[in-house]
């Protein structure tokens, strides 16, 4: 997936390869792009991400890659605020993204059916697959 965007490539592969295999723990990974993105949100509010040269610059990379994006798509679009999902794993509290998005509750629920487990007692190849 990162091979079909050079940009993403250029900042997360060298050689073809991800970058965190063989890279020391503590290396510096500097993203002047996404700086700038969020020197422009903070400058400007809503309108440095949906306006401006944010949105033109994310107007391009969808349409590059066969989008239909508009500058009035950005424009109009409204966030909509949800209460979060909410679920406990081994004593810990989890929050994550509420529907329409269903990766919060996928979470909670592959917490849930690992709980059973003692994971700390499975060698790594034995851990269960089986769910």
């Known amino acids: 997936m990162l091979l079909q965007s050079p940009a993403a490539a250029g900042q997360f592969l060298r050689d073809g390869k991800v970058l965190s295999a063989g890279v020391p723990a503590g290396a510096l990974l500097v993203q002047p792009d996404l700086a700038d993105t969020l020197k422009r949100l903070a400058r400007a509010g809503r309108d440095g991400f949906y306006a401006g040269r944010t949105a033109h610059l994310l107007i391009a990379g969808v349409r590059a890659a066969g989008g239909i994006w508009t500058p009035e798509d950005l424009a ?28 919060g509750v996928l979470l909670v629920q592959m917490l849930n059916m690992l709980a059973r487990f003692d994971l700390a007692a499975l060698r790594t190849p034995t851990r269960p697959t089986c769910w």
């Open 76 to 103: 109009s679009y409204r966030i909509v605020e949800r209460a979060p999902i909410v679920g406990h794993y081994r004593g810990w509290r989890v929050v994550s993204a509420a529907p329409p998005f269903s990766g």
